[in-house]
């Protein structure tokens, strides 16, 4: 099982930007899907984005399309999250996962860190 370590979160007020890491081996981003997942009180864990083991390929969550940009170092070895425009919905524990394929599914993902938390103030 891969080991994924979240950072970079924090409490914001609303507008404000916030980059997430996810820190992994090269071999786990360079040949798995990774994706970010966020969950807030109560509720099940929610797509964010996903970015592909090439490094290029996105795909993003209705609710943060156009806000948030996943990317990816060179040494494929941590992937980002940029978060603009925070609102106060976004506030959740935000995961990152890999699985071999994409997937949006949270039932399909196997190796999960332990989540940084976000709050947006209003």
């Known amino acids: 099982q891969e080991q994924l370590v979240e950072s970079g979160g924090g409490l914001v007020q609303t507008g404000d930007s916030l980059r997430l890491s996810c820190t992994a081996s090269?071999?786990?981003?360079?040949?798995?899907?990774t994706a970010w997942f966020r969950r807030s009180s109560g509720l099940d864990r929610e797509f964010v984005a996903l970015?592909?083991?090439?490094?290029?390929?996105?795909h993003y969550g209705d609710l943060v399309k156009g806000r948030f940009i996943i990317s990816v170092n060179d040494a494929k070895t941590t992937v980002f999250l940029q978060m603009n425009n925070l609102k106060p919905e976004d506030t959740a524990v935000y995961f990152c996962?890999?699985?071999?394929?994409?997937?949006?599914?949270?039932?399909?993902?196997?190796?999960w860190g332990r989540g940084t938390q976000v709050t947006v103030s209003s």
């Open positions: 970015i592909g083991a090439d490094g290029r390929t996105t």
């Open positions: 996962a890999t699985r071999p394929q994409f997937s949006t599914l949270e039932s399909q993902y196997g190796s």
């Open positions: 090269r071999h786990t981003i360079s040949t798995k899907t």
